[in-house]
């Protein structure tokens, strides 16, 4: 029925139908946004909203603007207690930030995903042994910042198998799309992707396969489909003789790309098309969504996914992410030749090989203990709740290795105790397209803790860069700390932790609170200014 409307009111016939019927949409992903029905999310197994007071079919009668009226008085409609998202395993955000850091300037709110900065980080969830998700929920109170009283940190954690040995994995047969247009002259573009495709050609079995296509004004086939034993120096040479020329045309170098990649197809390997670009499209259809459509059938019947690499100081952030994720895909960020091995070799079976299509995540959060929530990130993600089960929506899609993070923001009600929230994965197996789904749960004896002063150091890593997204798009979530005392947090965590990745966090976070004028007087930075991973 359509409830955003409010053009017209009800008749008494017209609510008891309605009744009648349980017919209510569920929209929104967040607590405190309207529409959810008790009776729907009953039906899918999910702890429900509370309904409201039942007086009667009067009680029901919605007005204008959607709100109901009881007794000539109006009652907001109940929160929507479900929370549904596509899964993401990009990273180009975080490492996009750090670049635009490290150059001296603060990244453009706009391309800050908090999301793909947590998802940069190792969290140690326990791995399932087959394909599929173990999925792990904790949490701690928010601390003592700003706003924190009542709130607390609930982590949900997706964790896939662990990535396979070097010499178990599929075969793969990619096709490289790389943009030679003249802004790629720039340092640290057509320079790092050649560099990488090298480090990538050493990485590669003899069983691999590749094919090249670069673009301009037009797009090339530089190398059809070739098997890498014995041709690298013949693969090394055309790399080598790739120029910077001209302007980007984006929509050619992709539907040339899939060309090969269908034409070159492997059966039983891991087919994928791989874009390295700075993603400044200028020629030809420069929208994701005319640019896909070019080459929609050859995503649908082949299955091809696509993943993008970004580069570059002026990078369009956007497009690229629109594209891989609905070209079925995920995209990262490098900046210099130590990420680009950390992408083409540490990190190579995650990139090629799929252990679900389609993921998605619900949390379904308990109104008895849970007042409101907030989801941190993943605002181009959502998907409507009703669409969870949907196999034709689209969903994320996950490689092994991989893990995925969510961190919401919970505001429990006084005195709560007991359950606070189930967390589902759904997704398709990547042959057969079977569905599967996994559940956690989690209750309020374990998101009691102190965040700070607790045991798990992943947690605390994973509030820290959460805080750090938000602050750098000008957020107010409940007990973030200023960036002065996140940077000294990161920095006793690389120390706890080990972990070189959390060292450089911490120099973003010195960086970022220097360029907002907080100046240097907490000791912390981390590794020296420019360091990348």
């Known amino acids: 029925m359509e409830r955003r409307t409010g053009t017209y009111i009800r008749t008494w016939r017209g609510a008891l139908g309605v009744l009648l019927a349980g017919g209510v949409l569920l929209t929104g992903c967040s607590g405190g946004s309207s529409g959810t029905a008790y009776d729907s999310a009953q039906r899918r197994g999910a702890p429900a909203p509370v309904p409201a007071a039942s007086g009667g079919a009067a009680d029901n009668a919605e007005g204008a603007d959607g709100s109901k009226k009881r007794d000539g008085l109006r009652e907001s409609a109940p929160p929507d207690y479900l929370s549904t998202f596509a899964l993401d395993v990009d990273t180009a955000s975080y490492g996009y930030a750090r670049r635009t850091l490290s150059d001296g300037s603060l990244p453009d709110p706009v391309t800050v995903r908090p999301e793909e900065f947590v998802n940069s980080f190792r969290q140690g969830y326990r791995r399932p042994a087959g394909n599929g998700f173990t999925v792990n929920v904790d949490g701690a109170r928010a601390g003592a910042g700003a706003g924190a009283d009542g709130w607390s940190l609930v982590r949900v954690g997706l964790a896939t198998r662990a990535a396979p040995a070097r010499d178990e994995r599929p075969p793969a047969a990619l096709t490289f799309v790389v943009d030679i247009s003249g802004s790629m002259a720039e340092p640290g573009r057509l320079d790092l992707v050649k560099e990488s495709l090298g480090i990538l050609t050493d990485e590669l079995r003899d069983d691999d396969s590749i094919s090249l296509v670069t673009f301009s004004d037009e797009a090339n086939t ?14 090394r040479d055309k790399v080598d003789s790739m120029e910077p020329t001209d302007s980007t045309n984006v929509e050619a170098g992709i539907t040339r790309g899939y060309e090969e990649a269908v034409d070159g197809r492997v059966k039983g390997a891991n087919n994928r098309v791989v874009l390295l ?12 969504d005319a640019i896909l459509e070019r080459i929609d059938s050859a995503r649908r019947e082949y299955g091809i ?44 079976p995650a990139h090629l090989e799929l252990t679900a299509r389609d993921a998605k995540a619900q949390v ?11 989801l941190i990130g993943y605002e181009d993600r959502k998907v409507a ?8 929506v689209d969903g994320g899609e996950v490689g092994p290795g991989h893990t995925v993070t969510a961190l919401y923001a919970v505001h429990l009600r006084n005195g709560a105790s007991g359950h606070v929230a189930t967390a589902t994965v759904r997704w398709l197996d990547p042959r057969t397209r079977t569905p599967h789904e996994q559940t956690g749960k989690v209750g309020t004896d374990a998101i009691d803790g102190p965040l700070w002063d607790g045991d798990s150091k992943r947690l605390q890593v994973t509030a820290v860069a959460a805080y750090f997204a938000d602050a750098l798009r000008g957020g107010e979530l409940p007990g973030a700390p200023g960036l002065g005392e996140l940077a000294s947090k990161a920095d006793e965590l690389a120390s706890a932790t080990e972990d070189d990745s959390v060292r450089k966090l911490a120099t973003a976070i010195g960086q970022a609170n220097r360029l907002k004028g907080g100046g240097d007087d907490n000791g912390s930075g981390g590794a020296p200014e420019g360091e990348m991973d």
């Open 222 to 235: 530089l190398l059809p489909m070739t098997r890498l034993r014995d041709h690298r120096g013949k693969i």
């Open 277 to 288: 670009s700075d993603a400044l499209a200028n020629t030809g259809e420069t929208g994701a």
């Open 305 to 348: 996914t696509l993943f993008g690499v970004g580069v570059g100081s002026d990078y369009g952030d956007a497009l690229m992410e629109q594209l891989t994720n609905k070209g079925d895909g995920h995209t990262t960020y490098i900046a210099d030749d130590t990420q680009a091995r950390k992408v083409f070799v540490d990190q190579l």
């Open 385 to 392: 709740d009703e669409d969870f089960r949907n196999d034709r």
């Open 364 to 374: 379904a959060f308990d109104p008895k203990t849970v007042e409101k929530f907030k």
